[in-house]
């Protein structure tokens, strides 16, 4: 891989009120960001992390007692170290996807073993699959650096589609008033 260019938000915020500190690691998080050490996020550099950065570094500065600076910036030593922490971050949430997956499939197969053959049962489990596939997309755009954990992530979700389609069936062959 080629060296990564990486943008650093190093920020201050005072400790209370703490929703505050929270409410940025949580856009942090969302943003798919590693940090490097305590108040300090990186983010591979693209134009929307830097749209995004830019933003909340701005928002940073207005808090009370709050101050924030955006870098730029390529490692010179340890880059490897960056890489291998996103990545490794990317891979725990396909992972979170992977189980997410086995559990929608297990719940097919109780549905199946109990004969619940409702076309409710199914607009909730078509719902589920969803939320699974709409969550791996979100990640996904996040894997800016080809994480090893999507190819798995993507599997497990075809797998959900094909029992998602299996039980549809026996759904349609429960349905008494089908032709």
């Not at 189980?99 to 489990?125: K, M, P, Q, V, W």
Request: proline share 3%.
């Amino acid at each position: 891989m080629s060296e990564v260019t990486w943008l650093v938000l190093a920020y201050r915020i005072p400790s209370e009120p703490s929703r505050l500190r929270a409410g940025v690691w949580r856009r942090l998080k969302a943003l798919g960001a590693i940090y490097v050490q305590n108040s300090v996020a990186a983010l591979p550099a693209d134009p929307a992390a830097e749209r995004a950065l830019r933003s909340l570094r701005a928002e940073i500065a207005q808090m009370e007692g709050g101050s924030a600076q955006l870098l730029r910036a390529d490692a010179l030593v340890g880059g490897a170290d960056l890489v291998t922490a996103y990545n490794a971050a990317r891979d725990d949430e396909y992972e979170e996807i992977v189980d997410r997956c086995r559990d929608f499939i297990a719940e097919i197969e109780r549905e199946t073993a109990a004969s619940h053959f409702t076309y409710g049962e199914l607009e909730e489990n078509d719902e589920d699959l969803t939320k699974l596939r709409g969550w791996f997309d979100k990640v996904a755009a996040r894997d800016r650096l080809n994480a090893a954990g999507r190819e798995m992530a993507e599997k497990g979700l075809q797998e959900c589609g094909r029992a998602l389609d299996g039980f549809a069936d026996a759904v349609y062959a429960a349905d008494t008033d089908a032709p």
